[in-house]
Nanobody, 119 residues
Framework: QVQLMESGGGLVQAGESLRLSCAASGSVDSIDAWGWYRQNPGEARELVAIMTNGGNRDYADSVKGRFTISRDGARNTVNLQMDNLRPEDTAVYYC?????????????WGQGTQVTVSS
């Protein structure tokens, strides 16, 4: 089992920055990929950024050049640095951890943290 807890959300103005952090505990060594997703009411959850244990990173087109995902293995945290925020970045942001074991693959989610960007 893996437990995830996000922090760092809040209310900012357009153009400002926020840093989200996800504290991971449990069987973190078994995780193959870490990610951040976001969701607004009535909409599907969308991938924002993903990072594999091999260091490969990928981002949604809407956040490329503005968001950076990173992991601090010593502290067991996964971070999302969000710069030049826009009102359309407003959403609940969720931390995600994925263990790839074929049919026994597992995905874990945090409880989410609200990010609100005012114009």
């Amino acid at each position: 089992q893996v437990q995830l807890m996000e922090s760092g959300g809040g209310l900012v103005q357009a153009g400002e920055s926020l840093r989200l952090s996800c504290a991971a505990s449990g069987s973190v060594d078994s995780i193959d990929a870490w990610g951040w997703y976001r969701q607004n009411p009535g909409e599907a959850r969308e991938l924002v950024a993903i990072m594999t244990n091999g260091g490969n990173r990928d981002y949604a087109d809407s956040v490329k050049g503005r968001f950076t995902i990173s992991r601090d293995g010593a502290r067991n945290t996964v971070n999302l640095q969000m710069d030049n925020l826009r009102p359309e970045d407003t959403a609940v942001y969720y931390c995600n951890a994925h263990r790839d074991r074929g049919l026994r693959s597992r995905t874990y989610w945090g409880q989410g943290t609200q990010v609100t960007v005012s114009s």
